[in-house]
């Protein structure tokens, strides 16, 4: 295949020529047998460690997400634990008021029923008080009643005046 110029000659596009590619052929076969030799076995092995490498490295961050997890679990259980805990502190503080608002209460009511039955006493004792004042009272008067009386013997008419005026002194006192 060629070209064909204008003075006849002819120009060769393609060109095959069998010495280059045997020479080719030759160096990529030596080129190949030394990496084969040399090169072949050290890459593979530095593969072979960036493998190892690479397969730690995966197992060593699913073990940490795996404790990660477990670690979370485990938050979450204390979490759950603390509030039941802070539920059951409520729940007996509030019981504990409850209490102490009953024993309060009954204090309280205790204490009501006891200045009640002072104040009942007192009231009794403030009315034996009157009532022997009174006592006293009726007793001068029948002594000054008596006194009177015994003073002079008096008549009907007399006593009735008596007894009038002794009532209006009384009145008086």
């Known amino acids: 295949m060629g070209i064909t110029l204008s003075a006849g000659e002819t120009l060769q596009l393609v060109n095959i020529n069998t010495d280059t590619i045997i020479f080719t052929l030759i160096n990529t076969l030596i080129i190949f047998l ?3 030799f040399f090169l072949h076995k050290p890459v593979m092995k530095i593969l072979d460690e960036r493998k190892e490498k690479i397969a730690g490295e995966m197992k060593a961050a699913e073990d940490a997400q795996a404790e990660a997890e477990a670690m979370k679990q485990e938050y979450f259980d204390k979490l759950k634990e603390s ?3 802070a539920a059951q502190i409520v729940s007996a503080a509030v019981k504990r008021a409850g209490e102490r608002e ?4 009954a204090e309280a009511q205790q204490e009501a029923a006891d200045m009640k039955k002072k104040a009942e006493e007192s009231i009794e004792l403030e009315k034996k008080k009157a009532i022997n004042e009174i006592k006293d ?8 009643a008596s006194e009177k009386v015994c003073e002079k013997e008096i008549s009907k008419s007399d006593n009735e005046a008596l007894i009038n005026k002794f009532i209006a002194e009384v009145g008086n006192e």
């Open 137 to 144: 009272q009726i007793s001068d008067i029948v002594i000054m």
């Open 34 to 36: 030394i990496y084969r």
């Open 83 to 85: 509030r039941e805990e």
């Open 102 to 105: 009953n024993q309060i209460l």
